[in-house]
């Protein structure tokens, strides 16, 4: 049972930082406005800014190492 949250939080993380890594490169976000509930809406911003922070974090930390390159 334990494992099994482990095992789905990870993945809610990897699909918001998914989500972010698609804002960073074409700009599309969800619609959060249409959240209904505000309280709901202030979780799903929470939740995104989650993502942004681990995308960015996993960029230093690939940007580091030597196995990757920059291209542009």
């Known amino acids: 049972m334990f494992s099994k949250l482990i095992h789905l939080g990870f993945d809610?993380?990897?699909?918001?930082a998914f989500l972010a890594g698609i804002k960073r490169s074409t700009g599309l976000t969800p619609a959060l406005a249409r959240v209904p509930n505000k309280d709901f809406r202030q979780?799903?911003?929470?939740y995104l800014e989650t993502g942004e922070y681990l995308f960015d974090f996993a960029v230093v930390i690939l940007g580091r190492s030597s196995s990757f390159e920059r291209t542009r």
Not at 43 to 46: D, G, V
């Open 43 to 46: 979780l799903l911003r929470t």
């Open 12 to 16: 809610a993380l990897l699909i918001s």
